[in-house]
Structure formats: structure tokens, C-alpha cells
């Protein structure tokens, strides 16, 4: 590999390492780019004013080790340590998945819908990026976030302290509601555990350095959903709200199991047309 990165121009040596990622990856100028940046300890968006310069030999080293565990198929999040989420920076690491933007969605309607001062919560909250970007967005809400990982919640304090300041969000550890005390919230979020665990290993090779209790559920993906839909009406106050991101192959099952537990229920699609976002009206 070294032949190939010595002595470059650094526009070079990305378009380099873009070639050697096109195998593995669907974005690999931008992978390139983020590593580059990172190594560089800039923002992305300036690279193009050090295009022209010789690349240093210790800044190569490092790129390089970095390029090697993409190619390895870690993704790029987890190797420089953070991701982007509704325009805030998240911390991440190998205990929390990476926030991905069809989530974005989700973040959405719990701005839209909650009214003044709502009391909301996220279960299963990983980096703590739904709960964040709501709190963020929408100060005026009372924000709570669980999740049944110590170590996810080590992750989303940080990341509640760094982007809204400490104390802004009430973290709890429970598995869904069980430790969560007896009260009602206006708002229940949550982007649960939905890959049928039949399908782990056609998943992209990227996914399977994610831990794997947020991403896989029994029942082909239905176990988590069903017993947030069924424990959520003693949490949730009168006309509160159940919004949970869902696979697309669960649609149906969800709306029957809804409408047996008395929510009126509606599916909205993302950016890709497919169902992604149920919202349960108690
Ligand atoms: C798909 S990830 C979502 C993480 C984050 N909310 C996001 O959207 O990026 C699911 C999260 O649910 C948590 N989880 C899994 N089973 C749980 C349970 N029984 N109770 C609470 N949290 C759970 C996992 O630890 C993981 O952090």
C-alpha cells in the first residue's frame, strides 16, 4: 500500500485510498475524506484548503492505520469516535449503535407533536441521540432516557453533558418500563432492537461491529416492539403518544397489534419509501 500513498499530494492520497475502499464501502471518497480530516484535526469541509500540500510522514502513518481498520469493514464512525445526528456531534463507541438518519425522522414528529412542556421519554436511548436532539430542539420539554446498558448510558451522559450541559436530561438504567417509576409521560420515544436475528449474518459486514442487544430482537424482530406496545398505556397520560421506529417488514404486524391494544395508529414512510416511523395515539 505504502507505494501508493508516499510522498503525495494529499488530494492524492485520498483519491488513493478512495480506490482501495470502493470495495468495501458505498461512501469511500467520503470515508476517505472523514479520515483524512480526522488525522489532520480539521473539519471536513476545509480539506480542500490543504489539498495541495505534501502529505507529512507521521500524519500518513497514522492515516494509513486508520485506513487499514476500514478496510477491515470497522465502520468510520467508531474509528474517529463520533457521528453526526440531526446537525449535533455524538460521541460513539463499540457500546452504542451509530444514530442513523432515518432516525432523524422519529426526532421529528416528537418536535412537532409534543405540545408545551410535554414529559417525554427514550427507551433504549444508546448515544442518547433521540433524547439529545428533542431536548436540544425543544428545551421547553421534560426530557427522561433509559436504556437496559450501563455502559450506552455512560455514552449518552457524556454526550447530553457535552452538547446541552449537565443535568438538562433525567437517565435511568431499566429493562423497557421496569424500572422506570410509576408516572405518565406526553411522549414515548424509542428506536428499539427490530432485526430478526435469522438475518444477522446478510447484514453488511460494517453492521456487525455494532453491539448486537441493540440491534436484534426474537420473533423476527417483533419481541421488543410488542412489549413497548403493550406496557405502554399504563405510561403514557391521556391522548399521549407512542413513537417507535420500525423495520419495514413489520408494518402490518404492528398495526394489528395496535389496534388490539386500542391505539389508533399511523406508518409514516422515510426518505427511501418505506415504513419506518409508527406513531400509537392512546
Ligand atoms: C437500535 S438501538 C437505538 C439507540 C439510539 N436510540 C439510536 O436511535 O441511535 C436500541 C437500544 O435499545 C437498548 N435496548 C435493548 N434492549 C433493551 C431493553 N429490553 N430495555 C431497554 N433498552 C434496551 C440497546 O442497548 C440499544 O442502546
Known sequence: MSDAFDNNLIIQVIANASKYLEPISATPVLDAEILM?????????????????????????????????????????????????????FKVNKHVLIPRPETELLVDCAIYYAKQHATLIDIGTGSGAI?????????DCSVWASD???????????????????????????????????????????????????????????????????????????????????????????????????GEDLSSRIEHFASLHNFSISILKDYAGLPRIASLKK
Do not use: W
Not at 51 to 77: C, G, M, Q, W, Y
Open 37 to 89: 480530516a480526522h488525522v489532520l484535526g480539521i473539519d471536513r469541509q476545509k480539506l480542500v484548503l490543504y489539498h495541495n500540500s505534501i502529505i507529512d510522514k507521521r500524519i500518513l502513518t497514522r492515516f494509513k492505520r486508520l485506513l487499514s481498520r476500514r478496510l477491515k469493514n470497522e465502520p468510520v464512525a467508531y474509528i474517529v469516535g463520533y457521528k453526526e445526528f440531526y446537525s449535533l456531534p
Open 148 to 246: 437496559i446498558s450501563s455502559n450506552a448510558l455512560k455514552v449518552a451522559k457524556q454526550n447530553a453533558n457535552t452538547i446541552l450541559g449537565k443535568n438538562k436530561i433525567k437517565f435511568l438504567q431499566s429493562n423497557l418500563f421496569d424500572s422506570i417509576p410509576p408516572m405518565t409521560f406526553d411522549v414515548i420515544v424509542s428506536n428499539p432492537p427490530y432485526i430478526n436475528p435469522d438475518i444477522y449474518y446478510q447484514l453488511q459486514k460494517d453492521v456487525h461491529y455494532e453491539p448486537k442487544e441493540a440491534l436484534l430482537a426474537p420473533d423476527n424482530g417483533f419481541s421488543i416492539i410488542k412489549s413497548l406496545i403493550e406496557k405502554a398505556h399504563d405510561y403514557l397520560s391521556d391522548n399521549g403518544l407512542l413513537i417507535i421506529e420500525i
Open 131 to 139: 433524547a439529545i436532539a428533542i431536548k436540544y430542539n425543544r428545551p
